[in-house]
């Protein structure tokens, strides 16, 4: 039986050295100012009720930490009596607590508890389609604005790890995690996992965590991906992000482990963010699935993979 079961991903923490060009970026990529807490630390938030989704602190460029939410001191307890760590007061708005973890590539893990939700933002109104015989949208016309795309909330995070049995080991035994997609390489190593919060008979995004453990690969941070209105937003983003000179990185298309439309970008630092809307939700009755590598890179429709996301 696992420690706990983890509810969600909550937040994920970068560093850069200009916290003023970050938050121009993140604005621009549809985040809104979280609650400042006076600690030099920017976050950002969604329209969603988590307090903020995004946190950036000043220093080199680089992955800083994910954040997962438990639900409740109990769960907080039993991870920190199983480290050997402390229970602390989590940091940012909406309070809460704490406990930090390593993982078995050095990846800092923080899991919080108590922290208080935020009221939701108006966000983007997702607007009617006429599709074919199926016409929601009858005497209105449709018209869109360019502006930065609506962001609700982070959906995942893909970390790149050296072991993949220690990883799930790890993993799984602490926060109960489920296997969506296992890729598998030629040779029947498991190269990657697609891995979901086990909520029970409530649906989840088909994965909260992506882990890929390829043979020459080091343990980096591949991207966080933050869930947008719906396509429209997605493709109004993309518009607005490239009239200002950002660096785009793949998309737009959907993928097929997931089944997301996706559109990839570099913040001004480096690190790899999507827009994605039309995820697969699966509750804990869906059993694993068993893909080959190809699958995992490949696409439905859209551009193919360019090698530095390959890579």
Known sequence: MPITRVLNVESVRFGAPDLETMRTFLLDFGLREAEATGDGILRMRGTGVAPYIHETE??????????????????????????GVEIEPATGPGGGEQVVLTDPDGYRVEVVAGKLRAAPLAAAAPQA???????????????????????????????????????????QSRFGLLVSDEVQAPNGDVAAMFVRCDCGAEAVDHHALNFAAIPGMPATFHHAA?????LDDLMVGNAFLAERGYVHDWGIGRHILGSQVFDYWKDPFGHRVEHWTDGDYFDASVPP???DIPTMLGHQWGPAAPADFVA
């Open 226 to 230: 933050f869930e947008v209105a719906d």
């Open 289 to 291: 699935n068993v893909a």
């Open 58 to 83: 000043q220093g080199d460029a680089g992955f800083r930490c994910v954040t997962l939410r438990v639900g409740s001191r109990a769960d907080l307890e039993a991870l920190a009596a199983a480290d």
């Open 129 to 171: 389609w006429n599709v074919g015989e199926q016409r929601d949208r009858e005497g209105v016309a449709k018209r869109l604005v360019s502006a930065p795309a609506s962001v609700l909330r982070l959906g995942h995070i893909v970390l790149a790890v050296t072991n993949m049995a220690a990883t799930w080991a790890w993993w």
